[in-house]
């Protein structure tokens, strides 16, 4: 069994930084490939950053340059810079048990089969 308990969301001023975590284990990150992904209200949930167990990340193009995903002692990290208000969303960290590297892990929800419960990000204009 795989668990996954995202923290660190909260309210943030445009420009500001923020960085998400989420509580996994250390096999988990080493043996699955992890992802964030995030929703508003209304629309699909869409990927942000992937990393697998080569250790190759991924960003969807609206972050790139601004977030940088990370794992280190069983804890996976979303770190978010120059926050926008279009940033704002509820945020998911998600694993696949999958080894190496997987063709467009930002756009294939299906292959994701823990997810957390998510945490809130708002970004004020």
């Known amino acids: 069994q795989v668990r996954l308990m995202e923290s660190g969301g909260g309210s943030v001023q445009a420009g500001g930084s923020l960085t998400l975590s989420c509580q996994a284990s250390?096999?988990?990150?080493?043996?699955?490939?992890v992802a964030w992904f995030r929703q508003t209200p209304g629309q699909e949930r869409e990927g942000v950053a992937a990393l697998d167990t080569g250790g190759n990340t991924n960003y969807a193009d609206a972050v790139k340059g601004r977030f940088t995903i990370s794992a280190d002692n069983g804890i996976l990290y979303l770190q978010m810079n120059t926050l926008k208000p279009e940033d704002s969303a509820m945020y998911y960290c998600?694993?696949?048990?999958?080894?190496?590297?997987?063709?467009?892990?930002?756009?294939?929800?299906?292959?994701?089969?823990?997810w957390g419960q998510g945490t809130q990000v708002t970004v004020a204009s």
């Open positions: 250390a096999y988990a990150l080493t043996h699955f490939l």
């Open positions: 998600a694993s696949s048990p999958t080894l190496g590297s997987v063709a467009d892990p930002l756009r294939r929800l299906e292959i994701y089969k823990y």
